[in-house]
């Protein structure tokens, strides 16, 4: 059932209107154009009782002058204009600032009969003390008199400004996410994230990103836009910090910069907004919680700087952050990488062994610097020196058809996944040297064979020590069983004639001469074991000396003494021309090395003279042993100091190839030195010097 309505006179009915329906009614109408309130027609009454009642944000506009009300919902989007400018005011004068977008609307319902909308539409209105960027979607409703005529407006309307800017921002957010996570660099997050706020710079006029380096000793402009960016983009640190980085970099909270200054906008301000602040957020690695770098933003004037565009710079910055750290992780990632891979090829490219890439051709796609090296020789040979070697297999290089053959039957073999070795004999720059070379597999991230890794090895230098060793083994054995033998064919011997009874042998005599013979054959070999100790205490480093004043005069005869009945049996003459030389040296190897260059001339001398001479040079003592015997091939003279070097046979004259390497090193630890002069086949000149005093 629908109740007796109740009835309202007017204009008493708009004491129901709120405040703004008091306010009409307390007002003189009588100097406007809409006249006296008692006079209105009865669809304005209807239409400002519709619009005062209603709850939601309504206005009305009537009259020739567009005389505009509104409700007490409608206040709020009004701001600061309430009363004074916008009520009871023609349109036009409470909107001037937006007219050029509210007039043609007017007119457009005037003219055409028909209400019009409008969603979200940006308005800039002078409210709240300042011009403020708002948003409302409103229609506009034409209200018409009884006969049909037009003769005021009704506005609905709604204030969507927090909804608009909301938006923007959630976007600048996520297009912030999406794209500068995952970005390389630094470098290039910051210019990308510059790139999204340039691309949404309502809210961020301008912008400036620094980053700090590691010590936190400058910060650098990595990128900018809207703001002229000082030459010099880089601040310096310490004391030279500008104030507000060092608040930050002390507080870790964000700056308000006001006041700032309008050169720093050599393009004037965007769509004239005066940007007269900067807002400077911290930017964090977010790992280590440290300050990486700042973000400086301008402020939209337009927009009133309270929480929520602080909420949305914090998060803006946060985003950042997470994305620079992750572009630092990155880079470090990478730099570990890209340093690791540069050493490897550094040091495969310094390895003296060829290492080396085939393809499935046996075509060389990689190879180290001994391997070019080698390939080069080879192009050289065949007059092609200035061809490359990459790409080219053995058979263009043209090397020995059974080398080849054996060559690609392991590369083959490889591609199948076996490992093998092949020796070969290679032509290098210094000449043919022997390799052996390892091909094995490489595989792909699939498991399968992609190409063939070889390894040569220069194994001359390797089978040549071998060669030697083999050689000194075989020596060594028949030197030291030469005296062996000897001995025990004298014991043998003595045996056999003790159990004859022939006593009378063993007289005092033969005795005294048994005991000689004896000697003899031990020392040879004392002899040859105290060499090869030597020589293997002389290689570790292991020597010892003891050193002593001593003459060499006194020397030099001390070993005369004990060797002439050698000298005397083999006939052999000793010119001395030795002067007393006094200086510290150790007394034992002093000897070692006047008694091996003398026995080295007593053995290759041929019998003839041997001259002695010391003198003093130069502060240094100089002693000379010279021979007249078979001399030495000057391609001999360097290698005979070598360990087991020698220039003759070893049946022709005994020995270990060890005294000339014993007294060079002698003479070393002395801070001596030694050299030979020899013409061959008419002797040698072994000449020694030495400083009087070991400092
Ligand atoms: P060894 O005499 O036991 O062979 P050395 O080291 O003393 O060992 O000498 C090395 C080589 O140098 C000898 O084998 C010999 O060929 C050569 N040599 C050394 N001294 C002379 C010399 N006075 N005249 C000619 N050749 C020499």
Redesign the pocket.
């Known amino acids: 059932m629908v109740q007796q309505n109740k009835k309202f006179k007017w204009p008493d009915v708009l004491q129901n209107g709120g405040q703004n329906g008091k306010r009409i009614l307390a007002r003189d109408w009588s100097k406007t154009s809409l006249g006296p309130i008692e006079s209105w027609s009865a669809e304005l009454r209807f239409a400002v009782v519709t619009c005062m009642e209603s709850r939601f944000p309504m206005a009305l506009n009537w009259g020739p002058e567009l005389i505009q009300l509104y409700n007490d919902a409608a206040k709020p989007i009004m701001g600061g204009k309430d009363e004074s400018l916008a009520f009871g005011t023609p349109v036009k004068d409470s909107y001037s600032e937006i007219w050029d977008i509210l007039g043609p609307m007017f007119i457009s319902i005037f003219n055409d009969g028909l209400a019009t909308w409008v969603e979200d539409q940006q308005v800039i209105i002078n409210r709240h003390g300042f011009q403020e960027e708002c948003y409302f979607t409103w229609s506009y409703s034409p209200v018409r008199n009884a006969d049909g005529e037009i003769k005021g407006i009704i506005t609905n309307v709604i204030e969507t400004t927090l909804k608009v800017i909301g938006e923007r921002r959630l976007n600048i957010l996520k297009e912030m996410a999406s794209r500068t996570i995952g970005q390389q660099t630094l470098e290039e997050t910051c210019f990308e994230s510059i790139k999204v706020l340039k691309e949404n710079d309502n809210d961020i006029p301008f912008a400036v990103i620094r980053i700090l380096n590691d010590e936190n000793t400058s910060a650098k402009v990595v990128s900018a836009y809207g703001i002229k960016v000082p030459d010099r983009n880089i601040e310096q640190g310490g004391e030279h910090f500008h104030p507000v980085l060092k608040e930050i970099l002390k507080n870790k909270k964000p700056v308000h910069v006001k006041n700032v200054p309008a050169d720093a906008f050599p393009n004037g301000q965007k769509n004239g907004v005066d940007t007269k602040t900067i807002y400077v957020l911290p930017l964090f690695n977010k790992f280590e919680n440290n300050i990486i770098g700042f973000l400086s933003v301008g402020l939209n004037s337009r927009r009133p700087f309270d929480d929520v565009y602080k909420n949305f710079l914090d998060i803006l910055s946060n985003q950042l952050s997470i994305s620079l750290t992750g572009a630092k992780v990155q880079e470090a990632a990478r730099c570990v990488s890209a340093g690791q891979i540069k050493r490897l090829g550094q040091l495969i490219d310094a390895s003296p062994d060829h290492i080396f890439v085939f393809d499935r051709e046996g075509r060389y796609v990689y190879h180290n610097q001994a391997t070019g090296n080698a390939l080069k020789a080879q192009m050289i040979s065949l007059g092609r020196g200035d061809e490359p070697t990459l790409n080219l297999s053995g058979y263009d290089m043209e090397f020995e058809p059974d080398f080849l053959k054996r060559f690609m039957f392991a590369k083959d073999k490889a591609f199948e996944g076996r490992i093998s070795t092949v020796p070969v004999t290679f032509p290098t720059l210094s000449g043919p040297r022997d390799f052996e070379c390892i091909l094995s597999p490489i595989y792909d991230e699939n498991g399968a064979i992609s190409s063939v890794a070889g390894i040569t090895r220069d194994v001359t230098d390797l089978k040549q020590s071998i060669k030697i060793r083999d050689e000194f083994l075989s020596i060594a054995s028949h030197e030291l069983k030469t005296p062996l033998t000897t001995l025990k064919l004298q014991t043998q011997m003595r045996a056999r004639t003790l159990k004859k009874g022939k006593t009378e042998v063993f007289n005092e005599e033969k005795l005294a001469k048994i005991f000689r013979e004896d000697d003899v054959q031990i020392n040879r070999l004392n002899r040859l074991v105290d060499d090869m100790l030597d020589a293997s205490r002389l290689n570790a480093g292991k020597i010892e000396l003891h050193l002593e004043q001593m003459d060499i005069f006194e020397v030099i005869n001390e070993v005369l003494d004990r060797l002439s009945l050698h000298l005397e049996n083999q006939n052999i003459n000793v010119v001395m021309n030795v002067k007393s030389v006094n200086g510290k040296w150790d007394r034992y190897r002093m000897e070692q090395v006047f008694t091996?260059l003398l026995t080295?001339?007593m053995?290759?001398?041929d019998g003839k003279p041997i001259e002695i001479q010391t003198e003093v040079v130069n502060g240094q003592l100089v002693m000379t042993v010279a021979?007249h015997?078979?001399?030495?091939k000057p391609e001999?003279q360097k290698r005979?100091f070598k360990q087991f070097?020698?220039?003759?046979s070893s049946s022709s004259?005994s020995?270990?190839?060890?005294?000339?390497?014993i007294v060079k090193e002698i003479l070393k630890t002395h801070g001596g030195k030694i050299k030979v002069e020899?013409v061959f086949g008419s002797g040698?000149k072994?000449i020694v010097t030495l400083p009087l005093n070991l400092n």
């Not at 015997?629 to 030495?632: D, L, N, Y």
């Not at 020995?655 to 390497?661: A, I, N, V």
Request: no cysteine; glycine share 22%; charged share 20%.
């Open positions: 091996n080295n001339a053995k290759y001398g021979d015997g078979m001399g030495i001999d005979i070097e020698r220039a003759i004259v020995g270990l190839g060890l005294g000339l390497y020899s040698s072994f």
